[in-house]
């Protein structure tokens, strides 16, 4: 996760099982007898904490990668030169952590140490101020590692990514925040930047760029990273998406980025949400969308990747079950989509009709596609007539004619 490197002068203090007198640590050693069995009981027992501090020259490599989880980020290296430090360490039987907190002075390529939160390196501008800035780092037993750093800088931000982004009369709340950063994007300032990790992931609501006393964190700018889990802001549904260390999206492993204000989820203004199980409600209230039509659908919203008429399809067929609205037998597994007779499904268009199970012979039928034979011998499917096995081509001008040349053929 991180390699450290310590120069300097320290102290040190130890404490095992509550006692800090190295005396009487060592007089619970001599008590074992110096048998190796009982000394190796009360070690592998025992819950030590050693804290060492003071000041030194340090060199630190963090391993973006690993602490993140994403491929493609680069170590950063950082070479402090006088620092205050603290190291922290604790091992027990159920487990231990090794940490190291220090400040120090130095010069920082701002964008590169932000770019995993996806918004905050945007404004940062291009150059490498020498800060003064405190830095922890936590790993754990369990290979979960806690990371943030915080600094405070006078520096003038680089809004080209606000200022394109052009806030409409009436926009909804969420967006009037914009205008307060665009407010500041003139002239230096004295900002306040921190960043944080938690167990291996970015913590948006600790990560934050302060101004005039007023947080914006992570978890309120346009910020979303791809790994956001279900109930975390999105853009696109790519955003949504499992990782190595934690998956809130089952088997598919992804999600669906839903607007929050039924327009759009442009500036991370949607929230993630699981995949929509088979048969259940894809419309419009569903995904966040203002459409609600036979022909305009959130197949992205489905673990099907199939949404006909407001409801997923099934993960093998695409199709509808029996019992969920259709506008088309095509949109059912049975290939029956019932609304009635000829003048009814007239009256029905899109999605109106109902999926239903094809019937058995001589059960009522208007539509060949009624019956599992797939022939019903009504004539005009104005009246009802019943399923059948006795295939006819019926024509306007054989029905018509004389007696005994027209009829079934």
């Known amino acids: 996760m991180a390699s450290v490197k310590v120069t300097g002068k320290y102290t040190a203090y130890v404490n095992v099982n509550g006692e800090s007198d190295i005396a009487e640590i060592f007089a619970a050693l001599a008590d074992s007898g110096g048998a190796p069995d009982k000394i190796a009981d009360y070690l592998k027992t025992s819950t030590y904490h050693f804290q060492f501090c003071g000041s030194t020259a340090t060199s630190v490599t963090l391993k973006l990668k690993n602490i993140l989880g994403k491929a493609g980020m680069e170590d950063m290296n950082l070479d402090v030169g006088e620092s205050s430090f603290l190291i922290d360490a604790k091992v027990s039987p159920g487990g231990g952590y090794l940490a190291y907190y220090y400040t120090g002075t130095k010069k920082l390529d701002l964008r590169s140490l932000l770019s995993c939160t996806g918004f905050l390196e945007k404004v940062m501008p291009s150059v490498t101020p020498s800060i003064t800035y405190g830095m922890y780092i936590k790993i754990y037993s369990t290979g979960k590692v806690d990371f943030g750093i915080m600094f405070r800088v006078s520096m003038k931000l680089d809004c080209g990514y606000l200022d394109d982004l052009k806030i409409p009369v009436g926009a909804p709340s969420p967006m009037s925040f914009f ?7 003139t002239g230096n300032h004295e900002f306040e930047v921190s960043l944080a990790i938690t167990s291996s992931r970015l913590d948006r609501k600790k990560s934050c760029l302060k101004f005039g006393g007023t947080p914006y964190c992570l978890d309120r700018l346009p910020s979303c990273p791809v790994g956001a889990q279900v109930g975390e802001s999105c853009e696109k549904n790519h955003d949504c998406v499992a990782t190595e260390d934690v998956n809130t999206y089952g088997e598919s492993r992804k999600g669906y980025c839903k607007s929050q204000n039924g327009v759009t989820t442009i500036a991370c203004m949607g929230k993630c949400i699981a995949l929509i199980e088979d048969g259940g409600s894809c419309d419009a209230r569903a995904t966040g ?12 919203a489905c673990e099907s990747d199939s949404c006909l008429c407001g409801q997923c399809g099934g993960t093998n067929t695409k199709l509808l079950a029996n019992g969920l609205t259709c506008s088309t037998k095509a949109n059912c597994e049975s290939n029956r989509c019932y609304k009635g007779a000829l003048l009814e499904e ?33 004539v005009t499917a104005l009246v009802p007539g019943s399923c059948t096995d006795r295939r006819r081509t019926i024509t306007v001008k054989t029905f018509f004619s004389a007696p005994g040349k027209g009829g079934w053929r």
């Open 179 to 185: 205008k307060d950063l665009q407010k500041i994007c």
């Open 289 to 300: 969308t203002h459409l609600n039509t036979a022909v305009e659908a959130e197949h992205e």
């Open 346 to 378: 007239a009256a029905k268009p899109f999605c109106n009709g109902e999926c239903a199970a094809r019937k058995e012979n001589n059960h009522e039928c208007f539509f060949d596609s009624d019956c599992q034979s797939d022939d019903c011998n009504t």
